[in-house]
């Protein structure tokens, strides 16, 4: 046997022997890291599920800051409509319901009026200019907010502004859902019932009442955030945070693309998922409030 095939031997033997040894490598890894899994273990279904909640919380964003918009915006306008139908009122239609009391007056006790009327001539002139002046100023003021109202309402129509704050926004499922249909998915209200209404209550009133006290007992009566109080109801605000997840819009899969299988699989999956997260996020804000600095926690907002 030549060294050059005892080499190739021996080259051959350490290639066989090396490709065992990784072998065997990445078989104790994968038993001994067993949660770690790359983008090719994970099955296709996951990763749809994975793309649909995504989806579905970037919509719920949008859906409400749209909400929030709308009603911004209408209670904005609402407030100018009931400004200027008073000062209507007060303009045109006050003046004439005071006459017409005055009239009824006057009829009613004309005769003593007859009497005075030489005594108040003479007590009223000095004072007639002052008193004309006040009722000229008020109509004055009247007038030009009218003006300045209508021309908002004009201008808030004519530049887009009142088709971007509150058409587009009540429109918001219907345009979703059009853009959606090529994917057979829905985007629908979750229609919350009596029972988590109540909760939803009892969850803000308490988180709130919860603030108030860990306020209290921290600076006034200046206790540590480690006693056991301030501990306990630090505990009821961490429980009492409100929900997160599908509680006002959600994602449907269309019946006619996808089987009663799938669309449940995507119910459990999403359900699932909230409820970790949920949970970690209540977590993470009661530890990010309570163990960082107010100058830290700016820093990290921003």
């Given at each position: 046997?030549?060294?050059?095939?005892?080499?190739?031997?021996?080259?051959?033997?350490?290639?066989?022997?090396?490709?065992?040894?990784?072998?065997?490598?990445?078989?104790?890894?994968?038993?001994?890291?067993?949660?770690?899994?790359?983008?090719?273990?994970?099955?296709?279904?996951?990763?749809?599920?994975?793309?649909?909640?995504?989806?579905?919380?970037?919509?719920?964003?949008?859906?409400?800051?749209?909400?929030?918009?709308?009603?911004?915006?209408?209670?904005?306008?609402?407030?100018?409509?009931?400004?200027?139908?008073?000062?209507?009122?007060?303009?045109?239609?006050?003046?004439?319901?005071?006459?017409?009391?005055?009239?009824?007056?006057?009829?009613?006790?004309?005769?003593?009026?007859?009497?005075?009327?030489?005594?108040?001539?003479?007590?009223?002139?000095?004072?007639?200019?002052?008193?004309?002046?006040?009722?000229?100023?008020?109509?004055?003021?009247?007038?030009?907010?009218?003006?300045?109202?209508?021309?908002?309402?004009?201008?808030?129509?004519?530049?887009?502004?009142?088709?971007?704050?509150?058409?587009?926004?009540?429109?918001?499922?219907?345009?979703?859902?059009?853009?959606?249909?090529?994917?057979?998915?829905?985007?629908?209200?979750?229609?919350?019932?009596?029972?988590?209404r109540l909760t939803d209550l009892i969850r803000f009133i308490t988180r709130i009442s919860a603030k108030v006290i860990i306020y209290v007992l921290t600076k006034f009566i200046f206790l540590k955030p480690t006693n056991i109080i301030v501990t306990f109801w630090n505990g009821v605000k961490v429980r009492s945070q409100p929900r997160i997840g599908a509680v006002d819009v959600k994602l449907v899969?269309?019946?006619?693309?996808?089987?009663?299988?799938?669309?449940?699989?995507?119910?459990?999956?999403?359900?699932?998922?909230?409820?970790?997260?949920?949970?970690?996020?209540?977590?993470?804000?009661?530890?990010?409030?309570?163990?960082?600095?107010?100058?830290?926690?700016?820093?990290?907002?921003?």
């Amino acid at each position: 046997m030549t060294p050059l095939s005892l080499t190739g031997n021996t080259n051959g033997y350490v290639s066989n022997e090396n490709r065992r040894r990784r072998s065997s490598s990445h078989a104790s890894s994968g038993r001994g890291g067993g949660t770690v899994k790359s983008s090719n273990d994970i099955s296709p279904a996951s990763m749809i599920f994975r793309n649909l909640l995504i989806l579905e919380d970037d919509l719920r964003r949008q859906a409400s800051e749209q909400k929030w918009l709308r009603r911004q915006f209408t209670s904005f306008l609402t407030v100018l409509f009931c400004i200027a139908a008073f000062s209507i009122y007060a303009l045109y239609f006050m003046d004439i319901y005071n006459a017409s009391e005055t009239t009824s007056k006057l009829t009613s006790d004309i005769s003593s009026q007859v009497q005075k009327v030489a005594c108040e001539t003479i007590t009223s002139y000095q004072t007639t200019k002052k008193t004309a002046e006040e009722p000229l100023l008020h109509r004055s003021v009247l007038k030009i907010t009218i003006i300045f109202i209508t021309v908002t309402f004009a201008l808030f129509h004519i530049s887009g502004e009142y088709k971007r704050t509150i058409v587009i926004p009540r429109k918001f499922f219907s345009l979703t859902n059009k853009g959606l249909r090529q994917f057979n998915v829905k985007l629908v209200k979750v229609e919350n019932t009596m029972n988590e209404r109540l909760t939803d209550l009892i969850r803000f009133i308490t988180r709130i009442s919860a603030k108030v006290i860990i306020y209290v007992l921290t600076k006034f009566i200046f206790l540590k955030p480690t006693n056991i109080i301030v501990t306990f109801w630090n505990g009821v605000k961490v429980r009492s945070q409100p929900r997160i997840g599908a509680v006002d819009v959600k994602l449907v899969l269309n019946p006619r693309a996808f089987t009663a299988e799938v669309r449940e699989g995507w119910e459990i999956y999403r359900d699932e998922f909230w409820a970790r997260e949920g949970m970690r996020r209540r977590q993470h804000k009661h530890n990010l409030k309570d163990h960082i600095s107010p100058k830290k926690r700016i820093s990290l907002i921003f």
